[in-house]
T-cell receptor
Framework: EAGVTQFPSHSVIEKGQTVTLRCDPI?????LYWYRRVMGKEIKFLLH????????ESGMPNNRFLAERTGGTYSTLKVQPAELEDSGVYFC???????????FGAGTRLSVL | QKEVEQNSGPLSVPEGAIASLNCTYS??????FFWYRQYSGKSPELIMF????GDKEDGRFTAQLNKASQYVSLLIRDSQPSDSATYLC?????????????FGAGTRLAVHP
């Protein structure tokens, strides 16, 4: 069974540009989470989808970040326009309904120059 | 005060020894506790979870939980060089929802031959 996959693994963009990160959860997992780790800090929660609905987006830093999960399968996280402080590793995780054990992808390393 | 605190390390132990990793948390209402292992550039990999006070053993790993003292620990017996990684402690958040994980910054473990 495939794990959580994220694309791209690394993205380098200039300040002001737009970047879209993608996450494919484990098949059948209704819960999908986005987290972020900025340099030297702990991994922090961004938001949680249950199927296509946003259950909790309390960790989204500002309105430059837009997450979607159309059809309840894969999710995208768009940053527009990107700022220097957005640099970090963006992780996606998924879990099946009724279970709070989260399985993580390898992350997308975003570098904003 | 951070919500989840870990000693950043590195914790250096000789091969074959017991490695002891500790974590404290601030939210007394937290109910689920997780240990993830992360190799550099890879996804956080769940190795243990514990919900009840006491010990939980799985192979060479033992998780210990003391809710009264608000700490959770991970013991690795017969440490191997392949155990060298960053170990992340995570707690299910009570405030704002039971689904999001709150992470510590991680402890780097180095097992030397």
């Amino acid at each position: 069974e495939a794990g959580v996959t994220q694309f791209p693994s690394h993205s380098v963009i200039e300040k002001g540009q737009t970047v879209t990160l993608r996450c494919d959860p484990i098949s059948g997992h209704d819960n999908l989470y986005w987290y972020r780790r900025v340099m030297g800090k702990e991994i922090k929660f961004l938001l949680h989808f249950v199927k296509e609905s946003k259950q909790d987006e309390s960790g989204m830093p500002n309105n430059r970040f837009l997450a979607e999960r159309t059809g309840g399968t894969y999710s995208t996280l768009k940053v527009q326009p990107a700022e220097l402080e957005d640099s970090g590793v963006y992780f996606c995780a998924s879990s099946p309904v009724g279970k709070n054990i989260q399985y993580f992808g390898a992350g997308t390393r975003l570098s904003v120059l | 005060q951070k919500e989840v605190e870990q000693n950043s390390g590195p914790l250096s132990v000789p091969e074959g020894a017991i490695a002891s990793l500790n974590c404290t948390y601030s939210d007394r209402g937290s109910q689920s506790f997780f240990w993830y292992r992360q190799y550099s550039g890879k996804s956080p990999e769940l190795i243990m979870f514990i919900y009840s006070n006491g010990d939980k053993e799985d192979g060479r790993f033992t998780a210990q939980l003391n809710k009264a003292s608000q700490y959770v620990s991970l013991l690795i017996r017969d440490s191997q060089p392949s155990d060298s990684a960053t170990y992340l402690c995570a707690v299910n958040g009570v405030s704002g929802g039971y689904n999001k994980l709150i992470f510590g910054a991680g402890t780097r473990l180095a097992v030397h031959p």
